[in-house]
């Protein structure tokens, strides 16, 4: 009999929270059979050191690296220029792809009008630029082309519904792109994207809830997020945190607003994505720049050291049914 288990990786801010580093730990441990990006498009960015050598992929999931089937699901967006020019990066990268990426048949299609038209009106806003608005648009809107339309793309479709549910022990570990806060329903419309970015958009792409094991929620120890609204208060501090973080966005350079992390909307986040185990990024960075606070209530509360900052937070999150042993504070550079 086919069984088939599903982990989730959410963002549970802004996206830029460190997916990548938690998918790679992940699969580094040779739990999962399939990586599955499971939202969004070309507008994503994930920084790899692989090997020493830097690669920035947007639309082909990290599995790849690692020799394990990485799926680009239905609930994405697909860009076939983008991923036949990350294809090419990775093989002069030395990176084996044949017969480890592949895109379901299902998923709607990026073309150069849907990349020109959000190069355009994207600006209000502010999108990256990478056509996803418009092509989900139009998947939505029944006038969308599907990657089974394109013959080029044909040696890389599946059925997911054959790959999940017609082969032995399937693991998947499904990676979203951007972040609960830019979700289409959940974030703060219209500054969103326009895809589900939460731990249920995973499920979308033919993965039964019943199949769901683990949700790893991941976010920073203080908030970023790259758009048009304003969300940085005046404060040195902030912006220093943005120097020290190297905040700046891995698709289009722009140098992201920083805040302070808000309790309500993290307990929002944990709650709806239904988050069992969860990493807080870049904990270095505020040591570096020696401060440390939250906002709770609407209300700023300051510590006196990362530790205090940590119980504070840990004792919340017991009280969000999240055990302490499974809430990790991780560096820039640790793995987890
Ligand atoms: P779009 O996804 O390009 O339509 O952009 C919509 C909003 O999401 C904008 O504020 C973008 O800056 C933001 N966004 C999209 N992708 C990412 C990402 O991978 N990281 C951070 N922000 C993103
Ligand atoms: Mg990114």
Not at 13 to 25: E, L, P, T, V, W
Not at 98 to 119: G, L, M, P, Y
Not at 152 to 176: F, Q, S, T
Not at 325 to 332: A, C, G, R, T
Request: glycine share 10%.
């Amino acid at each position: 009999m086919s069984t088939l288990s599903t982990d989730v990786i959410v963002d549970l801010q802004y996206g830029d929270c460190g997916k990548g580093k938690i998918a790679h730990h992940l699969c580094k441990e040779g739990l999962y059979t399939h990586v599955l990006r499971y939202n969004g498009g070309a507008n994503a960015g994930h920084t790899i050191f692989h090997k020493e050598k830097k690669f920035i992929t947007h639309q082909i999931p990290a599995g790849v690296f690692f020799g394990i089937k990485s799926v680009v699901g239905s609930g994405c967006v697909l860009d076939p220029v983008q991923f036949f020019a990350e294809l090419e990066m990775l093989k002069e990268g030395g990176v084996e792809t044949q017969d480890k990426i592949f895109v379901a048949e299902n998923v709607h299609v990026i073309t150069d009008a849907h990349r020109e038209e959000d190069k355009r009106e994207g600006l209000r806003i502010g999108t990256t630029g990478r056509g996803n608005g418009p092509a989900y648009r139009e998947k939505y809107g029944r006038t969308g082309v599907r990657a089974s339309d394109v013959p080029e793309l044909k040696p890389y479709l599946i059925n997911l519904y054959e790959e999940w549910y017609k082969r032995d022990d399937v693991r998947v570990l499904a990676e979203g792109a951007q972040g609960f806060g830019l979700d289409i329903d959940w974030g703060d419309y219209p500054y969103v994207t326009s895809s589900h970015c939460t731990a249920a958009g995973a499920l979308l792409n033919g993965l039964s809830p019943r199949s769901l094991k683990d949700v790893w929620g991941v976010a920073k120890v203080y908030e970023t997020y790259v758009g048009s609204k304003k969300f940085q208060p005046e404060d040195e501090v902030l912006n220093k945190i943005g120097d020290v973080g190297e905040e700046f966005g891995a698709t289009t350079g722009r140098r992201r607003q920083v805040n302070w992390m808000n309790m309500q909307t993290l307990e929002r986040a944990v709650r709806m994505n239904g988050v069992t185990r969860i990493v807080f990024n870049k904990v270095d960075v505020l040591r570096t720049v020696g401060a440390w606070a939250v906002y709770d209530d609407n209300k700023k509360v300051e510590f006196k050291n990362g530790e205090d900052m940590q119980a504070f937070v840990s004792e919340r999150l017991k009280s969000m049914g999240i055990l302490p042993e499974h809430i990790y504070f991780s560096e820039s550079k640790d793995k987890i």
